[in-house]
C-alpha cells in the first residue's frame, strides 16, 4: 500500500493562489492513477482532478480536471513520480474544503471521480478562500 502525505493548504484570500503537494512513499509503482479530492463540511467528498502515473502506460501523464475548477486548477506529478501536485489559481470562497491526496492500484480511469475507487488516501490539508 502507498503512504501519502499532503501539504501546502491554508488561508488565501479570493483571487488568490495554492499549491498542495502529497508526499507518496511505500511501493508507489503499484498506482495506476492518483488525484485530488476535496470535502466541505456537510457536503460529499468529490474529485477534483487525477493522473495517470502507471509506468508504462501509453497514456501516463493524461489528466481529468472536474468542470468546477477546469482553467483554474492543474494537477501534475514530479519526474520520480513520487510527488503529486495541485497548482490552484483564482481561488474562490466556494474552493475552501479538506483537500486529500489519493492513490488507485487499480480500477478504471473512467471513474477516477469516484473515491471508492481508490484504496489510499492522505490525512488531508484544509483550504480556505476567504475575504
Known amino acids: 500500500q502507498v503512504q501519502l502525505v499532503e501539504s501546502g493548504g491554508g488561508s488565501v484570500q479570493p483571487g488568490g493562489s495554492l499549491r498542495l503537494s502529497c508526499a507518496a512513499s511505500g511501493y508507489t509503482r503499484s498506482s495506476a492513477f492518483m488525484a485530488w479530492f476535496r470535502q466541505a463540511p456537510g457536503k460529499e467528498r468529490e474529485g477534483v482532478a487525477a493522473i495517470l502515473t502507471g509506468s508504462g502506460s501509453l497514456y501516463e501523464g493524461s489528466t481529468h480536471h472536474a468542470d468546477s475548477v477546469k482553467g483554474r486548477f492543474t494537477i501534475s506529478q514530479n519526474n520520480a513520480k513520487n510527488t503529486l501536485y495541485l497548482q490552484m489559481n483564482n481561488l474562490k470562497p466556494e474552493d475552501s474544503a479538506m483537500y486529500y491526496c489519493?492513490?488507485?492500484?487499480?480500477?478504471?480511469?473512467?471513474?477516477?471521480?469516484?473515491?471508492?475507487?481508490?484504496?489510499?488516501w492522505g490525512q488531508g490539508t484544509q483550504v480556505t478562500v476567504s475575504s
Open positions: 489519493a492513490a488507485a492500484s487499480h480500477g478504471s480511469w473512467y471513474f477516477w471521480y469516484r473515491p471508492q475507487v481508490y484504496d489510499s
